[in-house]
């Protein structure tokens, strides 16, 4: 897909031309680890070693249309992930179907995590990485660069708002 870029409000124009500056913008990928929250637990606690805690690094595609992490049936048998329940997703193309959600899996993209459960789409192509992990880890997509920053610079801010007596 490409798209025209409006600088400072106004088109630019190149050497006096009525030609617009083009920018490519689109589909990017980011490599992010997907660990199994549930080993990780067992191997903190002592009952498993580090070494058998099940994580895979994938590339996922950024999506803010998407509401969370969307895998594909072999990433969640891989990862060993439980089926806690189905939820009613709608897809791009407008179809609506029941999908299994997984127990919360950790999602890693460099130095920012969040666990959130992941649909699985049995036969997805791409795994997904919706606006609820990219909010999580306080991050934006930046099409025009084609990479993901940080929203608030390089490191993760979570803002806390505590209720004060009256």
Request: aromatic share 4%.
């Amino acid at each position: 897909m490409q798209a025209f870029v409006s600088l400072s409000g106004a088109w630019k124009q190149a050497a006096g031309n009525d030609i617009m500056k083009e920018i490519n913008m689109g589909v990017f990928m980011e490599e992010i680890t997907l660990e199994n929250t549930i080993d990780r637990a067992l191997a903190d606690r002592g009952y498993i070693k580090d070494t058998e805690v099940r994580t895979l690094k994938v590339k996922a595609m950024p999506d803010t249309g998407a509401w969370t992490l969307v895998i594909n049936e072999e990433i969640r048998e891989k990862l060993g992930l439980a089926i806690e329940d189905e939820v009613r997703s709608t897809l791009a193309d407008g179809s609506t179907a029941h999908y299994p959600r997984t127990a919360p899996v950790k999602i890693q993209w460099k130095d920012r995590s969040i666990a959130l459960p992941a649909v699985v789409i049995v036969d997805a192509k791409k795994v997904l990485l919706g606006a609820l992990p990219l909010e999580g880890m306080d991050l934006i997509v930046d099409p025009v660069h084609q990479t993901l920053a940080g929203a608030h610079g390089d490191q993760a801010l979570h803002v806390i708002y505590m209720a004060t007596a009256a």
